[in-house]
Nanobody, 120 residues
Framework: QVQLVESGGGLVQAGGSLRLSCAAS????????MGWFRQAPGKEREFVAI????????VYTASVKGRFTISRDNARNTVDLQMNNLKPEDTAVYHC?????????????WGQGTQVTVSS
């Protein structure tokens, strides 16, 4: 069964940290770029960070550069997002997804997401 399962969200004060984790089925993980995306209430979904299939390169949306770090473990089929110095504007539901190579576009299945709430 193809699936993505996100975890690690929660409520944190501004300036705090959270680490999100996503466990993926091998068929949608192995050999593919993976990304984290978020959707805040009333806003469109946006990409947050993407990591290459081998973990060598990554890209971030401007608002999280220097604060968030994406990583992956290809032996465990997991992709993590370390989020530091969180801000209230980071509040959103975070999803991981397989990414179309060379783009920031997700494709395929979505998990249930994990809620991140940052209080001021």
């Amino acid at each position: 069964q193809v699936q993505l399962v996100e975890s690690g969200g929660g409520l944190v004060q501004a300036g705090g940290s959270l680490r999100l984790s996503c466990a993926a089925s091998a068929e949608i993980f192995t050999g593919f770029p993976m990304g984290w995306f978020r959707q805040a209430p009333g806003k469109e979904r946006e990409f947050v960070a993407i990591i290459s299939w081998n973990g060598v390169s990554s890209v971030y949306t401007a608002s999280v550069k220097g604060r968030f770090t994406i990583s992956r473990d290809n032996a465990r089929n997991t992709v993590d997002l370390q989020m530091n110095n969180l801000k209230p504007e980071d509040t959103a539901v975070y999803h991981c997804a397989t990414v179309l190579a060379g783009t920031t576009r997700p494709f395929g299945s979505w998990g249930q997401g994990t809620q991140v709430t940052v209080s001021s």
